[in-house]
């Protein structure tokens, strides 16, 4: 079946650090790859996406790359700020699915000013 | 913009009362799910809806049952509720495609005394 397998957390990174999370997948198809953001009380949200091989997804200066070879989305912002202090989410899904996406268990990241 | 709401934000119930969560979509998808977030154990899956009265269980569906009579409304129910079911529920959807990224509500936090 399905995985994800993200970063494990907490992180805490001082504004203007440069963030990467890790997360690698298994899946049978040709998944679509997705970060989620969840801000704290609230719900996810989707904060960038890629549907095939090399794809690059990218959102308010987060960026990741679906690399096929190393089954692998890591999420990268060349300098983050107190605001992007959350839960980050990395998940995918394929049309094998049902539309049920995976997900992986989150990573929690704090910026301190 | 699209949107998903769930009837409450917080609700306290006693053990044993009956439950009902309501999720609302304006988006008409075709697939809509129930999920509860706990504190290290990420986002797990009780139930999904592909369509008008269709369900299939989750990886957690035990003590809870749903309904979809419209294509827009999925509702979760706790027959009995317990102090174990005192978690975050979320809702969300997706439309039937080619990438399934899902919507998010932003989650009732349920207490069970």
């Known amino acids: 079946g399905n995985s994800v397998t993200q970063m494990e957390g907490p992180v805490t990174l001082s504004e203007e650090a440069f963030l990467t999370i890790n997360c690698t997948y298994t899946?049978?198809?040709?998944?679509?790859l997705f970060w989620y953001v969840q801000y704290p009380g609230e719900g996810l949200q989707l904060l960038l996406k890629a549907t095939k091989a090399d794809d690059k997804g990218s959102n308010k200066g987060f960026e990741a790359t679906y690399r096929k070879e190393t089954t692998s989305f890591h999420l990268e912002k060349g300098s983050v700020q107190v605001s992007d202090s959350a839960v980050y989410f990395c998940?995918?899904?394929?049309?094998?699915?049902?539309?049920?996406?995976?997900f992986g268990d989150g990573t929690t990241l704090t910026v301190k000013p | 913009d699209v949107k998903v709401t769930q009837s409450s934000r917080y609700l306290v119930k006693r053990t044993g009362e009956k439950v009902f969560l309501e999720c609302v979509q304006d988006?008409?998808?075709?697939?809509m799910f129930w999920y509860r977030q706990d504190p290290g154990l990420g986002l797990r899956l009780i139930y999904f809806s592909y369509d008008v009265k269709m369900k299939e269980k989750g990886d957690i569906p035990e003590g809870y049952s749903v309904s979809r009579e419209k294509k827009e409304r999925f509702s979760l129910i706790l027959e009995s509720a317990s102090t174990n079911q005192t978690s975050m529920y979320l809702c969300a959807s997706t439309r039937t495609g080619r990438s399934y990224e899902q919507y998010f509500g932003p989650g009732t936090r349920l207490t069970v005394t």
């Open positions: 988006m008409d998808h075709e697939n």
């Open positions: 899946a049978t198809g040709y998944p679509s």
């Open positions: 998940a995918l899904s394929d049309r094998n699915s049902a539309g049920k996406s995976t």
